[in-house]
Every structure is written in structure tokens, then in C-alpha cells.
């Protein structure tokens, strides 16, 4: 069975999970510890960053090569178009959501959930092992410095992750007042991106720093957001069960 190495509240994590889902591939996920998970990744894969999915002999990191091994293997329900001009659309949206969406919305939350030591703590360690929080009581000050500077997080650069953030969101009410998905005539890995990046909100299970659920707030009477929203509900299957 393939084994998905992720963090459960990561939204490229969630990605791969969509994907593996949509798919109807039965798989097993292991969630690991900030941290701690750079000894795992190193040994298993050639950089550290996750989601990664091992798969026999195949060892794939990154969400969207993941989404593409997946199409390759799982012939079924494909995520990318077959026609080649929607094709690169869809991997040209993929690309830009997860540069102006995935890490500008991931650098936003963290600034301020770095504030609230209970609440970035609860976050990282969701389904984590159990050894998890007490590692953190004394390991969180080193792991904090660590994340904000591999993430570029301080106070010049979150109004420049807002502003990008906001920005792609006007790119996409505007593609999408003409059309129905992002690209092509039928959902594609494209509409799972911007989907999936926000996929916190669709659950209530997820907490977020006060800033963080104003600026969603703001989104809310916006096209993209409703779309979003129906997207997850309309494609989105529970994991393991298409």
C-alpha cells in the first residue's frame, strides 16, 4: 500500500491526499512532527520538504509531481486534461496558485499563529505522535526560529504575502466569471489547487489566529470563495474511498 508522508494540516499535504482520494488508491498516511521530520525525510528522499509518497519502488515529493505520478499510474479520472492546450493551463495554474496562494496564505497564518504558542502547537502536532507535545515544551523556541526563517516569515515581508494573496484572488474571480473550472471544460488539478489551499475552511476543525480569519472574512461575499467552497464539496471524496 502506498504511504503517504505528510503533516495533516498542511494544504500541499492536502493536495496529495485530494488527489490520492479523487483516485480511489487506497494508501496510508503517516504524519510527522516538525522537526523531527527532517530525519525521516532525509532518509527517504532527496529534499526535505512534504508531502512525500512512496509507492513500491517509487519515491515521489512535492504535491503536483505527486498529482502527476498518480496520472501516469492511475489512468482513471484523470487530473490533468488530456488535451494538450488545457493541459498547460492547468499546470500553469497550478504553478501560480501555489506560489501566490500556497506560500504567500502559509506565511500570512504562521506570522500570527507564531504569537499564540497553544495554537500553532495544536496546529503542527494534529495527528502527530504523542511524543510530539512534550518534545515541543522544550524543542518549540528552536523550532519557531527555524520555521519562520526557512519560510521568510517577519514583519517587512506579511504585508507583501497579503497582498500577493489578494491579488491572486482577483486573478481568479476573474477567470472565473467566464468560465466554470480554471481549465479546460472539466475539473482538473488546477481547481484541486485552489481548492485544496484553502481547504481549512472548509472544516471546522481548524483554528486560526484572529488576522488570519478577518482576512477570510473578507473573501467570503467574493465569487472565488463560493466557487471554492462548492469545488471541495462537489470533487472532494473522503480519503481512500472514491
Avoid at 127 to 136: E, I, K, N
Avoid at 189 to 208: G, K, V
Amino acid at each position: 500500500m502506498p504511504i503517504l508522508y505528510q503533516f495533516l494540516g498542511s494544504h500541499f499535504c492536502e493536495k496529495a491526499r485530494w488527489a490520492l482520494a479523487y483516485k480511489g488508491v487506497p494508501y496510508r498516511e503517516i504524519n510527522l512532527i516538525p522537526g523531527p521530520h527532517l530525519r525521516t525525510t532525509r532518509r527517504i528522499a532527496k529534499k526535505t520538504s512534504l508531502p512525500i509518497l512512496v509507492d513500491g519502488d517509487a519515491v515521489v515529493q512535492g504535491s503536483a509531481k505527486i498529482i502527476s505520478f498518480l496520472d501516469k499510474k492511475h489512468l482513471r479520472t484523470p487530473l490533468t486534461p488530456t488535451n494538450i492546450h488545457d493541459a498547460s493551463m492547468a499546470h500553469e495554474w497550478e504553478r501560480y496558485l501555489d506560489r501566490n496562494v500556497g506560500i504567500p496564505l502559509r506565511a500570512f497564518f504562521y506570522h500570527y499563529a507564531f504569537r499564540d504558542r497553544a495554537l500553532v502547537t495544536d496546529f503542527l502536532l494534529r495527528g502527530a505522535p504523542w511524543w510530539g507535545r512534550p518534545f515541543y515544551w522544550f524543542a518549540y523556541p528552536v523550532i519557531k526560529r527555524a520555521m519562520k526563517r526557512s519560510m521568510g516569515i517577519d514583519e517587512s515581508t506579511v504585508g507583501a504575502a497579503r497582498s500577493r494573496f489578494l491579488f491572486a484572488c482577483d486573478k481568479l474571480d476573474e477567470r472565473l466569471s467566464t468560465h466554470k473550472f480554471l481549465a479546460g471544460p472539466s475539473f482538473s488539478r488546477a481547481d484541486l489547487t485552489a481548492s485544496a489551499l484553502l481547504f481549512h475552511r472548509w472544516s471546522d476543525i481548524w483554528r486560526a489566529p484572529s488576522e488570519v480569519d478577518e482576512l477570510m472574512r473578507q473573501l467570503e461575499d467574493r465569487p472565488f470563495y463560493h466557487w471554492a467552497r462548492a469545488i471541495y464539496r462537489d470533487y472532494r471524496p473522503p480519503s481512500g474511498d472514491r
